[in-house]
Nanobody, 127 residues
Framework: QVQLVESGGGLVQAGGSLRLSCAAS????????MGWFRQAPGKEREFVAE????????YYVDSVKGRFTISRDNAKNTVYLQMNSLKPEDTAVYYC????????????????????WGQGTQVTVSS
């Protein structure tokens, strides 16, 4: 069982930066693929980024490439999402997710691949 708690969301002006953190409990974090998703009002949950268990491989949705960076610290059981050059269309609730399967990343980005989810943190980007 893995529990995930996100933090770091808030209100920022367009062009600004935020760093989201996701603290995980449980023994399987270092063997889990970790991902970030987001959901805007009235829209489906959208994949943002994922990172392999080792941290050596990452994968991003095209709309955030070059602006967002996912990373992890397995010693701290924490995954991060550094978000730069934020745009109003990045406004959403951001969710951290864990997948115990240690699968290859970047092949499928379906939310159903993930076993555990955090409660979400709100990110609002003003224009």
């Amino acid at each position: 069982q893995v529990q995930l708690v996100e933090s770091g969301g808030g209100l920022v002006q367009a062009g600004g930066s935020l760093r989201l953190s996701c603290a995980a409990s449980g023994r399987t974090f270092s063997r889990s693929v970790m991902g970030w998703f987001r959901q805007a009002p009235g829209k489906e949950r959208e994949f943002v980024a994922e990172i392999s268990a080792s941290g050596l491989r990452t994968y991003y949705v095209d709309s955030v490439k070059g602006r967002f960076t996912i990373s992890r610290d397995n010693a701290k059981n924490t995954v991060y999402l550094q978000m730069n050059s934020l745009k109003p269309e990045d406004t959403a609730v951001y969710y951290c997710a864990a997948d115990d399967s240690n699968r290859p990343i970047g092949i499928s980005t379906k939310p159903t691949l993930y076993d555990y989810w955090g409660q979400g943190t709100q990110v609002t980007v003003s224009s």
